[in-house]
Each structure stands twice: as structure tokens, then as C-alpha cells.
């Protein structure tokens, strides 16, 4: 998808978004809890970076299992980021906020980590998927932590039928009606980059991180974490 059409996407979505999905948290929980075993060598007063943070999930999550630590937000919709700034109220005062993508983010500080969580799918140009993983690792420190979860199949594998029709059934479960298994399919081959696994983690290797352990998976969203190098 093209930058314009991704805004435009999340905008559309955003005021509905975590209600939409609310039926499919049993997913985003257990990613939630083992961030903690990925991240639990972090300092007591970690700088994360979220880049294409939504509307602040893992921030919540994160912020309130470690109370001090502070959090810079990257996300280009705006409608998406008000509704992010909202559920955030609370933590403003530990949160910065960046409407826009990765690349214009302004250099003020190295992170110790960052999550990019459900984003870099929505790269289909495989040069520039790197470019955008090459863009948050100029903004972490040396060994800082990468989380990345992603949608990732071998569409060209017989068995990835099977798979599709197992997450679609899965997916199904969020009451979107207007979802059907073909349209899963045709979004999968053209709209969203929908690769193996073995290549996401090339991209994130090659943008210059080390490479990358699986720590989670569940139906088609592959959890990676990798360290800058």
C-alpha cells in the first residue's frame, strides 16, 4: 500500500478500531506478556520508541508494568494518534507524540528499544520495507532491542491454504461480516506483503540489526526481536 492509502486506511479506522478487534485480544495479550522477557534487561528508566503505535496498546500495557519508563510515539494517522493520545491521558507526562512515519522522526535521543508492532507488512516494496527498519535502527542505541510482529506466510507452500483458511476462521472471530476467506486472499497477494518469514527477517538483518529470534507466534503474526548492532 502507498503511504496516502495507509493514512487514509487508519483513518477511516481509528475511532472503531480497538472495538473491532476487541474479540481477538487473546492474541495481543500474549504478545503483551512475553514482552516482558524480551525486554526485562532494559534500564530501570528505558526511552522506548513505537512506531506505528495505533492506538496505543502495547504503550498501556508497557507503561504500566514499568512505571518509569518513558515512551515516544510514531504514528502517521492523525485520527489513529488522537485516539492514542486519549487512552494515553493519563501518561502524557512520560509520552512524546510524532504524527508522521519513521523517517521524519527528528534525532533528539538513542533509544534503548523499540516495537513496531503490525506495520512493516504494510510495505509491499521490499527496498523500502529495509529502509523503514534501517530508519528505526538509526534512532536505538547499540544493542538496544527491536520487537517486530508481522503477517507472515509462504503463499507459494501447498500447505498455505491450510493456513489461510485456519487464520481466516480465526480472523472471522472479530465479527468484521464484511470479511470473506477470498478477500483474505486477493488482500494477502496485493495489498499487504504477506511474506515468509526468512525474508522479513533478511529485511531486518540487512537495516543493520542482529538476526532475529522468533519469540511468539499465533496463526499468521510472526513476533520477531532482534538487537542493533
Not at 99 to 119: M, N, Q, W
Not at 164 to 192: C, H, P
Request: charged share 20%; aromatic share 12%.
Amino acid at each position: 500500500m502507498r503511504s496516502q492509502e495507509i493514512v487514509a486506511l487508519f483513518d477511516q479506522q481509528a475511532e472503531n478500531y480497538n472495538a473491532q478487534w476487541a474479540n481477538l485480544s487473546p492474541i495481543s495479550d500474549g504478545l503483551y506478556f512475553l514482552l516482558d522477557s524480551v525486554f526485562a534487561a532494559l534500564p530501570k528508566s528505558a526511552a522506548l520508541l513505537c512506531v506505528g503505535a495505533g492506538t496505543g496498546n502495547e504503550i498501556h500495557y508497557l507503561a504500566n508494568r514499568f512505571p518509569d519508563w518513558n515512551f515516544t510515539i510514531v504514528e502517521p494517522s492523525e485520527k489513529m494518534l488522537n485516539v492514542c493520545r486519549r487512552s494515553l491521558s493519563e501518561l502524557d507526562s512520560r509520552c512524546e507524540y510524532h504524527c508522521g512515519f519513521i523517517e521524519s522522526l527528528p534525532r533528539k535521543k538513542a533509544y534503548d528499544a523499540a516495537t513496531s508492532i503490525l506495520v512493516s507488512h504494510f510495505i509491499p516494496d521490499r527496498q523500502a520495507r529495509t529502509r523503514y527498519f534501517h530508519d528505526i535502527a538509526s534512532h536505538l542505541a547499540a544493542n538496544a532491542m527491536l520487537v517486530s510482529a508481522d503477517l507472515c506466510a509462504d503463499q507459494s507452500s501447498p500447505l498455505y491454504e491450510t493456513e489461510l483458511r485456519i487464520w481466516f476462521n480465526t480472523v472471522a472471530r472479530s465479527g468484521n461480516t464484511e470479511l470473506s476467506q477470498e478477500k483474505l486472499r486477493q488482500m494477502y497477494a496485493s495489498d499487504v506483503a504477506v511474506l515468509p518469514s526468512t525474508e522479513v527477517k533478511s529485511f531486518i538483518t540487512e537495516a543493520g540489526f542482529s538476526y532475529p529470534i522468533t519469540f511468539f507466534q499465533s496463526g499468521l503474526i510472526h513476533t520477531f526481536c532482534a538487537q542493533r548492532t
